[in-house]
């Protein structure tokens, strides 16, 4: 355990669906991430908050909306996704988000878009 | 381009042996670091190497820095089969966010 949580661990969905992912950390962190992992791509960097305050959207679609209510709790509302956004979504955490610490990784939610 | 890139691709080994993995790296950097990730699940951190620093050793990872050629590498000693995992080295661009590599397949058989 990595003292970070994401639920669910699995969804699948249709294009016209609307969805939430969430991630919860238990580490006292002040910054969290999303990530996208799809295969044979590298890890791709979506959203960093830190301190509750988003510092990072890499150019990410707006069907990806994040949230994020408090240093501990982070969502990322889906809707109208396309199938190409099937991949390994993980949540990550890290002391802050000043200069680069180690960071901890959620189990990850594994999403299908049919 | 990606900032990271991890050699082999993929490595298979027997138990008892070495793995080394390569990891080679773009712009100016102030640590990298290494993770591991079992299949489908989330990463795990192993080691940061900061760039003043050109090796680090954590029980059986021995990971070395070579500013000069932007270049890393990851040696686990003695493998065994639970090491079978993909291998992810992450650079900081001298930003505050981490770019990951491609990854390194290990897989290491009984």
């Known amino acids: 355990e990595t003292g970070v949580t994401q639920t669910p661990r699995h969804l699948v969905m249709g294009m016209t669906n609307k969805k939430s992912l969430k991630c919860e950390q238990h580490?006292?962190?002040?910054?969290m991430y999303w990530y996208k992992q799809s295969a044979k791509k590298p890890l791709e960097l979506m959203f960093v908050?830190?301190?509750?305050?988003?510092?990072e959207n890499n150019s990410v679609p707006s069907r990806f909306s994040p949230e994020c209510p408090n240093s501990s709790h982070l969502f990322l509302h889906l809707h109208t996704l396309q199938p190409e956004d099937s991949a390994l979504y993980l949540c990550?955490?890290?002391?802050?988000?000043?200069?680069?610490?180690?960071?901890?990784f959620g189990p990850g939610t594994r999403l299908t878009v049919l | 381009s990606q900032q990271g890139e991890e050699d082999p691709q993929a490595l298979s080994i027997q138990e008892g042996e070495n793995a080394t993995m390569n990891c080679s790296y773009k712009?100016?950097?102030?640590?990298l670091q290494w993770y591991r990730q079992n299949s489908g699940r989330g990463l795990v951190h192993l080691i940061l190497?900061?760039?003043?620093?050109r090796e680090k050793h954590s029980g059986r990872l021995r990971v070395t820095l070579d500013t000069s050629k932007k270049s890393s590498s990851l040696l686990i000693t003695a493998s065994r089969a639970a090491d079978t995992a993909s291998y992810f080295c992450?650079?900081?661009?001298?930003?505050?966010?981490?770019?990951f590599g491609t990854g390194t397949r290990l897989q290491v058989f009984p």
């Open positions: 990550a955490s890290s002391r802050s988000g000043q200069g680069v610490n180690e960071q901890f």
């Open positions: 580490l006292g962190h002040n910054a």
């Open positions: 908050y830190n301190f509750k305050e988003q510092t």
């Open positions: 712009t100016s950097i102030n640590n």
């Open positions: 190497i900061r760039s003043n620093e």
């Open positions: 992450a650079t900081d661009a001298n930003t505050d966010k981490l770019i």
